[in-house]
């Protein structure tokens, strides 16, 4: 099993609609939760971190199962500027600072 | 006013050549890393200095080196290019290099090693 897997998608929504993510990852010692966003040829930025109670910003939500060791990201209300890649991103397993990235699942939003 | 720089943002060079990548980062922050992202897409980190000390280097050929001049420069020479080296290459930076911190990226180089 991968360490950290997200669907690569894409999916395909019209403006407007509301669309979630999920992300799983293998190593339960796991301390920090991130989701990035990175547009066609640019650079990753982030999008939030995620907290274990759950945290929103926007027409963004991101929350995090520990007990099924996965995170999500949903959206509300889907703009076109919303189409790009999501990345999510899981750190500090074991006393690791080491970094994982999801392949990212690529979001289209359509007229 | 960039905060992390990279040069070059292209890199067009044949097999066997030596080719270095330079990054500089003018947030103040202690810890830069290294990444490579191929035509998957994945985002793989290579290394990580925290205040000019080597404290990430995962599974990489050898060819491959960085050098971190002071806490605010992170550069990575590569030797004898190779075919499978052609990726984006991401230098990023953040504060502490704590498992909580934000990751700031450069604007990536893009390798094409003919």
């Known amino acids: 099993r991968k360490e950290v897997e997200q669907d690569p998608g894409p999916f395909n929504v019209p403006e407007g609609a509301t669309v979630a993510f999920n992300c799983t990852y293998s190593?339960?010692?796991?301390?920090?939760f991130f989701w990035y966003r990175q547009d066609c040829r640019k650079e990753p930025k982030l999008l939030m971190s995620?907290?274990?109670s759950g945290n929103e910003d926007g027409r963004f939500t991101a929350q995090l199962n520990r007990a099924s060791q996965y995170i999500s990201l949903l959206i509300r209300d889907s703009k076109l500027s919303d189409s790009a890649t999501y990345l999510c991103v899981v750190n500090g397993a074991g006393g690791s600072y080491i970094p994982t990235f999801g392949r990212g699942t690529s979001l289209i939003v359509h007229p | 006013d960039t905060a992390v720089s990279q040069t070059p943002k292209y890199l067009v060079t044949q097999m066997g050549n030596d080719k270095s990548i330079k990054c500089e980062q003018n947030?103040?922050?202690?810890?830069m890393y290294w990444y490579k992202q191929d035509s998957k897409k994945f985002l793989k980190i290579m290394f990580s200095?925290?205040?000019?000390?080597?404290?990430i280097n995962e599974t990489v050929p050898n060819r491959f080196s960085p050098k971190s001049p002071d806490k605010a420069h992170l550069n990575l020479h590569i030797n004898s290019l190779e075919l499978g080296d052609s990726a984006v290459y991401f230098c990023?930076?953040?504060?502490?290099?704590?498992?909580?911190?934000?990751?700031?990226f450069g604007p990536g180089t893009r390798l094409t090693v003919l």
């Open positions: 190593n339960s010692a796991s301390q920090s």
């Open positions: 990023a930076s953040s504060h502490s290099g704590d498992s909580s911190d934000t990751q700031y």
């Open positions: 995620v907290y274990s």
């Open positions: 947030l103040g922050h202690d810890t």
């Open positions: 200095y925290n205040n000019k000390e080597l404290i």
